[in-house]
């Protein structure tokens, strides 16, 4: 069984986003309730509304004879009922996701949604290429905005030392990853050198880094809902990103040999 920690947001700088919430669950002696999870969406000041109107709530778990992936995203879908396990650090965690990128989460919902029906109607029996990459982004995404071009193609490129080594105050201060999938922020409760996500890029204004955290978070959710609504999503379009590379995300980056680890830090692979 898992173990609750009422202080888990002091374990990694990959959880920051969740920073709001620390009052919430630091007299947490227990783990969360369904019940404690859905006074989150009360609490907020406009509800979390699925694309098809149903207003979101969290509901146990339920395991039937139909398979649960299937279900599980067309109830979201259909009704805003999201299955969650109690006691459970990645469902936690995936609801945490849907109070603080409320829009997106909808956007990446109904794309599941719509590519499981369409499955469906042609009688295709294994998973399309759409909803592969949403389940990846879903599980594993980063959204990296940054407001210098050069920073930019650095990591497009894979130049990971000249990134975050040799352009370390640049990326500090133009640059940030905000962990979107719930699998990582899992992860980020023991971060290790290995971690990686699948990133989807914003280039911003400089100003984006002068706001609030809240309100950075807000812009990403905005900008992601604009991006899934526009875009192919195709798992080949994320970036992979070793997110212990960002300066501070671990203590053993402030060595510039830790950037020499080609097993984490790999170069672009050439395909002739």
């Avoid at 947001?9 to 986003?17: D, G, K, T």
Wanted: hydrophobic share 35%; with cysteine.
């Amino acid at each position: 069984m898992q173990r609750w920690d009422s202080n888990f947001l002091s374990r990694s700088p990959l959880l920051n986003p969740f920073s709001c919430f620390r009052k919430n669950f630091i007299d947490f002696e227990s783990w969360p309730s369904i019940s404690d999870l859905n006074r989150l969406c009360d609490l907020r000041n406009s509800a979390i509304i699925t694309r098809s109107g149903e207003s979101v709530r969290f509901v146990p778990q339920i395991i039937d004879r139909l398979k649960q992936e299937q279900k599980y995203e067309s109830r979201i879908y259909l009704s805003g009922q999201i299955q969650t396990r109690i006691k459970n650090w990645h469902d936690f965690f995936n609801a945490l996701v849907w109070q603080v990128f409320p829009h997106s989460k909808s956007e990446l919902n109904q794309l599941h949604f719509l590519a499981q029906l369409s499955e469906s109607k042609n009688n295709i029996k294994n998973r399309c290429a759409i909803r592969d990459a949403v389940t990846l982004f879903d599980e594993s995404g980063v959204i990296v905005t940054c407001s210098n071009n050069l920073l930019i193609q650095l990591l497009e490129n894979f130049e990971w030392k000249e990134l975050f080594w040799k352009h370390r105050k640049c990326v500090l201060s133009s640059m940030r990853f905000f962990i979107y999938g719930h699998g990582l922020y899992e992860k980020a409760l023991n971060p290790y050198t290995g971690m990686t996500g699948k990133g989807i890029i914003f280039n911003v204004n400089r100003d984006f880094f002068s706001k609030t955290l809240s309100d950075q978070l807000f812009s990403v959710d905005t900008m992601l809902e604009s991006y899934l609504s526009q875009n192919l999503l195709s798992s080949s379009n994320l970036t992979p990103i070793p997110l212990l590379g960002y300066p501070g995300w671990i203590r053993d980056n402030e060595s510039e040999t830790y950037y020499d680890n080609k097993a984490y830090f790999r170069d672009r692979r050439i395909i002739n």
